[in-house]
């Protein structure tokens, strides 16, 4: 037996490129977690294979766009690995900051791809930019230091949940599995400010699993709600709110 | 991609557009029938945007990541006994990156390619050829050995020197 056929560190290579049969590749696995230099150069390999991915680049059909768009819209994300087990029912606690860590830290890789690698670089970076503005105000009242939230179950297995930050008096409204509006109708948020119902925006009908931050004061208000809508939104509520959320203090 | 992470449809029909022809390009590299590789990159592109949240920005780029992804996904195919079989065996000597049409060649990732191929043809034809089957084939290090007659343990040396050297031309950090 040569060198090479005992010293796991000649492995890398192979690793990086997939060319292990599992039994090696699950040894190799295990002996990567307590060999830092492996990992690295591991690591390096793989930036370099996906170089040779790009080299070979094929434009996809426009139609396996818009089905993997399609499909996409259907399916639910994974939580971040982070984040505890939910307690069922209301219930009120701080954001977990490494989940929003999560949300937050991969604008830079996004931008980093789309500069070095790509001739539509510019694009990309101006989406990502939107993008950015889009989630500031967002990430400014989930990581406020004071923000609480609360999560009410809705019909049909969805929920919403909102987060407020006294300090900023901005309230964030999330929902998960919420279906579509039927057509030519939206969700409109409300405030609750002594029982008069205002306005605090519209959920983008094709995009409710968006947060959206929500206009107005929040500090006036006890409560937010969510009634359908003509498209376009009421001025007052036409609609039996779907829920109404008493907003944590 | 952290909107990505955050449920942005979006964000991710822009990230689409950025990884999409890398993606299907590898994986149609490794199993050559492009009908088998639309179905797994589709899986590949649906997988990035389910598993966003868990995407760790210290582990490298989202594209490493999701090429990364790609290609693993597209071995596990062709290494399933089915795909096995079916699989044109005799065809897998390269002697260079696979040619495609250049209709369907994208303009921004020529570049790419140029840099590439250059690095290639500074590798040992030993090098280059374990390389190239190992990651453009789907070969194991085992399979690549019995191809090209060599030793085991000259596979694994030729793989991560080849590696090496790629990588320096490349100028590729991690």
Known sequence: MTTADTDPHTLTGAYALHALPDEERARFTRHLSTCGSCADEVAEFTATAAKL???????????MRQDVLRRVAAIRQLPPPTRPPRPAGTYRRRLPRLALAACMAVAAGLGGIAVREHGRAEDAAT????????????????????????????????????????????AVWMTSGLTAPPAGRVYQLWY???????????????????AVVLAGSANSASAVGITIEPAGGSTRPTTTPLALVTLPA | MRSVACGDGDAFAALYDIVAAPVLGVVRAVLRDMAQSEEVAQEVLVEMWRTAPRYRPER????????????RRAIDRVRSVAAAAARDH?????????????????????????????????????????????????????????????????????????????????????
């Open chain 1, 127 to 170: 989406e990502a930019q939107q993008a950015r503005q889009r989630t500031d105000e967002l990430v400014a009242v989930l990581g406020a230091p004071d923000a609480a939230s609360r999560r009410v179950p809705l019909d049909g297995g969805a929920d919403a949940t909102v987060v407020v930050s006294s300090a900023r008096d901005k």
């Open chain 1, 53 to 63: 991915a790009v080299a070979v680049a094929v434009t996809p059909r426009p139609a």
């Open chain 2, 60 to 71: 490298g780029t989202v594209m490493n990541w999701v090429l990364t992804l790609a290609h």
């Open chain 1, 192 to 210: 609750d400010v002594d029982g008069t119902m205002r306005s605090a925006g519209l959920m983008d009908a094709g995009r409710t699993d968006r």
């Open chain 2, 90 to 174: 005799k065809a897998a000597l390269l002697d260079q990156v696979p040619e495609y049409d250049e209709v369907t060649e994208q303009v921004e990732h020529r570049l790419e390619r140029e840099q590439v191929r250059r690095c290639l043809r500074t590798l040992t034809e030993l090098q280059r050829q374990s390389v190239t089957l190992a990651y453009y084939r789907g070969l194991t290090y085992r399979e690549v050995a019995a191809q090209l007659s060599v030793p085991l343990g000259t596979v694994k040396t030729r793989l991560r020197d080849g590696l090496i050297r790629l990588r320096d031309c490349l100028g590729v950090s991690a």
